[in-house]
């Protein structure tokens, strides 16, 4: 007889329910352990925008590993037949890496509240540096690249926590707008929407946060006032 061909004889229906469980349980321990990173692939795709690192593959992979070597297990045991060694193997290796790659633990930042925090911070640096010098210089740059630069000098020149689907993440960056009441919808998350006044003698800062829903979402304040950055020379 062939050694694959003992998957292919009956099995008893003890040892196959047997199997069953206890490599149920072990899927089970995988998904347990690698749910918050399916939970958070799902999401990323459902939403526009998401905030966070991507989902770690050293955890999605044996997850999914896993579920296909069940698959294989329950599909034979119901044909009342044994799995090949290989599935129960896959299942077990499945759960070794899932258990070595959740030892860091969950992975932060990846709310949006955790995203808009950060990007109200760095507006708030921003707004800080542009008080102090209008107080010193009487007016601020007309130029967005000065901002540009500015706002890219307080970040690091590190992109904003927010990501797209594909997982690429968002700069920070400065959007001029004509008129504080005519701001555009579109602006993307990390965006900053500047306007200022002719001769630089006063400006306003609206940031671009994040929504729960994954949407571009002006940010706001504890009782849910829309949050403004103003600054104005005062001789």
């Given at each position: 007889?062939?050694?694959?061909s ?15 469980l206890?490599?149920g349980?072990f899927?089970?321990m ?5 749910s ?10 459902l939403q ?5 690192p ?8 044996p997850v999914?590993a896993?579920?296909v070597g069940l698959?294989v ?10 799995a ?11 759960l070794?890496?899932?258990l070595w ?14 995203a808009?925090?950060?990007?109200l911070?760095l ?8 008080v102090?010098?209008?107080r ?7 130029d ?13 020149g590190?992109?904003?926590p927010?990501?797209t689907?594909s ?13 504080p009441?005519?701001?555009p919808?579109?602006?993307?998350p ?6 200022v ?11 671009v ?5 994954g949407?571009p ?7 849910g ?6 600054g104005?020379?005062?001789?």
């Open positions: 007889m062939k050694p694959s003992a998957a292919r004889q009956p099995s008893p229906l003890p040892l196959r329910v047997l199997h069953g206890v490599f349980g899927t089970a995988c998904l347990a352990a690698g918050p990173e399916l939970v958070h692939l799902v999401r990323s795709q526009p925008f998401h905030s966070g991507p989902p770690r593959l050293e955890l999605v992979l999914v896993a579920l698959t297990v329950l599909v034979q045991s119901a044909r009342g037949r044994s090949r060694l290989f599935w129960s193997l896959l299942i077990l290796g499945a070794v890496l899932t790659g959740q030892h860091e633990g969950l992975v932060a930042g990846r709310t949006a509240d955790s808009n925090v950060k990007i911070q507006a708030q640096a921003l707004h800080e540096g542009s102090n010098t209008l010193t210089q009487g007016a601020v740059s007309e967005m690249g000065s901002w540009q630069a500015a706002l890219e000098q307080l970040s690091q590190q992109p904003s927010v990501r689907r997982f690429e993440p968002l700069p920070f960056r400065i959007q001029k707008v004509d008129s009441e005519a701001l919808p579109e602006a993307p990390g965006t900053l929407l500047l306007y006044m002719a001769g630089g003698v006063a400006y306003e800062l609206h940031p946060g994040v929504s729960p829903s949407e979402w002006r940010l706001r304040d504890s009782k006032e829309t949050l403004v950055f103003r104005a020379f005062n001789p």
